[in-house]
């Protein structure tokens, strides 16, 4: 029972077939190989979007921080969320690539920037002066790091505030194919045609071994990126097997089947995480449980070797109830939810 | 009336002599010259802190940023008040210099920080495994961006926290000599007997013209800092005109001196804000006011040319009462502050 | 009959197998998984050094440049080849990743460094002053960027100088592989008992997908490492898929067998060469050919279809002969090396 | 007598006024100050460029720099002379401010880059590919490293080269005043009207204390420049300081008197070294004389006292005749120059 993350499980079969698949002979290196061509163009189909360019990372610390390295100029401040996985779990990346980007946070329930917060930091920050440094950018995540979505009016207010301030909005799509999935949206729905400029459009979380594509709707966005993924060694030279794995995951809506299962799991956790007498974080809309446990069921959960992190203070053992996160993955075993459920039930 | 910054004034003229004094002749470069011996060693003395390192720099921002490289290694996270200098007012400075560390913003009443606050936050800090990065290091202001100071027993407690996490104790005192001023403390006390263990010691803003200077008490901590001084353009080649700066403000107490005057035309301001019905923001412990006055008076002030900043919302002008700050210097003529404070009465 | 590069290849079947054979059910991510800690045992075992400390990066750039940021403090200089990988190759990355180290290049026949040319080098980068920088770290390739070997004799001179002067030897293996199948050494004969401090053990061109481990012999020298790989998005959070590439290669000797394979149709090219009225423009003692063939065997051959790199200038298209780079693999078809030996006979 | 560098000499005493002239009152900081903006002009009338931006800088390795971050985009390669200033004496400062820039070093007798080398670089450059980087820009110094010129016609050949190539040429003009009082030209010839996108005009070795300035003659170049300058800690908060500095060396020609007779004394030593017997290792057309002298002469003049570097090799002081530089300011006394060249004589 391993709720840890969704990058515990492994990759999907169709995931490894595809690296077998395109392992014969030898092709160019460094993305100039025919997997590397049609992973390319399957993204662009599926985001509708022909003119975007396609470029892949094996993580996601790498796809987002190239982003704002890209967008973010000398002096720049980047608006996130002050619970963003770019602030919070990439140890610094951001500011690392950029050179010194200042991430400015921002607080909103549910793990959502809200529109007023954001239009109250871009005015501020248009008058910082030199000292302030320039509005630069806007990240935000997708589905969120409170497992909440933003819908496409939403994303589009930030959009507008973002533009309307002349910077970009850039979204950190780890687990972006479980907001689709709860959204019911169509990809470009959620992104170019609501003002996203760039997203990180995440494979690993969704069923991949190490895979991310970095999508720019306006290829003017993307002049120089490939310097910067080679300058920070994210240039395979055998690419074909990083294509491999996106292509595989957005062929025949495997993607969003792995997301739908996902997701599903995770309501039936917080069914079960309510009939036992625990409350809800967060509403639950992609493939995480933000909640409280009654003491006890945490107490067996954990005697049961049911792995989990306690949130979002990770030392909160003593307290009752117990505050934790439960993620679920494409490969999260039915039994295991049914068996946690449970353990829970007491 | 010039009351936006105390680095709106000139340089005391003890300190143009200096210059002049020690122009003729011809001297090796790079700091070996006798004039920075003798501003070394002076200001050891005035430390009593025979073993300490001094190294000189020309702006604040740049001897911040320079300790924040040198002390926070990769993955580091800086610990500072979420008003703080570094955080607010250098441009992403810290974050430039030091390769990306992660500068964790800390609440705290009147510009400071708490105890419980750091205690709290240094735990965090260090149970975020690799993805939240690593403690490295705390800052502190001392004067603070609110005018207010920290005693030496205040600043005690936070070193002993720090220290308690394994990491040093940075101040950024660019208004060290007007909070040494406020407390009537030895520097040693406000310092490396409270636990500091290096200390940006501000000219600037005390009468130097650009000179600041960086305090290593702990000789070890040091080591190779000249190296990030040349390779981000900080050594003047002709460096005794650094050193000859902070010289004449260390030579016969004028640093203090200085200080004691800008802090007591912000006392004097302050009475006249209350007399004219405001209301301070913070207790008045150092040279600058931060207060709310009616906005009669305001536009009585700004009528007759008066400069100053609103703050903290720069863009508060239409509110009432204003929320202002104002800072004296060494310079600032006593009949602007009349003059104001006349002005503020109606 | 592609000998444009050694990453032009795939991956062996055993590297798939092991991706497949570690894939099932949970892990913990980010390394702590049983898979890393078999495989960071299984390289241990290798070069018998018990207490080495091994770290994974997917590109041959980021180990190297990884390594160069570790052990190059602020304003050092990195002594290498002019032919180097991290000079000629990396698109800067060395220079970013240490925050701007200087890479100071050396001549050397047959892309060897001399013993001579390092200790002048060194003995001037020690004179150099503030201005100058200071001695870093020497870094060699082994094989070399012309398919020669360094000796575990050279080896040795060049470390000595290197901690004669208080800094680090580091060797990219890229090709360690196909360096130890020439030598006929072990691999701790090549490294740390002939002074090597880190190495990047090169698995990519080796037969991996995309994987590489780091090897700090003096675990000393791996303080605060991982934070380095997470800030630069080198941690992946599925890193059995990373390690899992590197236990295939080192179990049972697979990457020995392949490099001799590779070397050995290296050999054979050699012999074609030299038949066809060619010349070696270095000796071939790895998988790579440097070699002038006559105008007419490069039409023949490029008119079949082979692709190769002219070396060094990579636009010598009209010279007679011309200079060309062959590079095989461990998959390299025999029949191609067969067929494009004919084509050079004409 | 001391010919170490022209940095050994102070400021001229109208820098002096000029820093007490501007020093009374409250001016608002960071440059909108009236004294920046009269420097910033009358640097533009001396270039007859009415659309150069100007800023100004403490030190000359900030100013180059700054200027290579500017230009040099991710993956960018710098060519520059392998004895340049940028290459060898700022301590890797410009791979530091340009987060990786790869400095490609082309050799050059006199210390002059020649139109073939520079073509065949770029070339080069041109073709590398991810790997080898991208073409950014190109920097000479004018007056070069070894006391030699470019001429506008020379100058405009390399810049005709970077343009063709589609990068900016930069000029270190360190010793900008030494190169305009040896060559005769007016600034813009030399500059802009031969092609030159960027130059750091010295001050400091001319007679300011310290300061230089960049100057933009395309001003759209210099976007977001300011916000570099302050990252990186280069914003005088009372930046009338500076500006005076350059200001007072503009006005009446100061600066070429200054350069002229520094240029005189070098020329005079290059007289007294050739009558002794020595010998000029590259001609003497700025303030420092390249020349080796026999050993005695040597050896009685560091017996009397007098200071130089020996050159290029700083540990030749046991070779016969000796390799040295003189340096000549613009405060060098005749009676050095005449004391030394009696020395030299024995």
Known sequence: MNFASDNAYGAHPAVLRALADCNAGAVMGYGADPVTARAEAAIRDL????????????????????VCAQLSPAGG??????????????CGAPEFFSHGAKLVTLAGA????????????????AGGGLNGGRNAMVSITNAT?????????????L????????????????????????????????????????????????????AEAVVFFDPALAAGFDFRRKQSGHVFSKQRFLAAQMLALVSDGLWLDLAIRANALASRLAEGVLAAGGGLLAPVQSNAVFATIPAGAH????????????WPDKSA????????????????????VEAFIALLAG
Chains 1, 2, 3, 4 share one sequence.
């Open 317 to 336: 053992e003593a307290s009752d109830p117990v505050p934790i996160r439960l993620v679920t993955s494409w490969d999260t075993p039915d039994t295991d």
């Open 47 to 66: 985001f509708e979007a022909p003119e975007a360019v396609i470029r892949f990372a094996a993580t996601g610390t790498a796809a987002n921080a190239l």
């Open 299 to 310: 107490r067996r959960a954990r005697a049961a070797g049911a792995i989990y992190h306690l």
């Open 145 to 157: 790091e409170w497992g909440t979505v933003y819908a496409p009016d939403q994303v589009a207010a």
């Open 159 to 210: 959009a507008d505030l973002a533009h309307g301030a002349g910077v970009p909005l850039h979204v950190d799509g780890a687990r972006f194919a479980n907001a689709a999935a709860s959204l019911g949206c169509a990809p470009a729905d959620m992104t170019w045609r609501a003002g996203v400029d760039a997203l990180c459009f995440g494979g690993t979380k969704n069923g991949a071994m190490a």
């Open 77 to 90: 401040r980047i608006y996130c969320h002050q619970d963003a996985h770019i602030q919070t779990s990439e």
């Open 110 to 125: 549910e793990g959502r920037m809200t529109a007023d917060t954001l239009a109250e930091a871009l005015r501020r920050g």
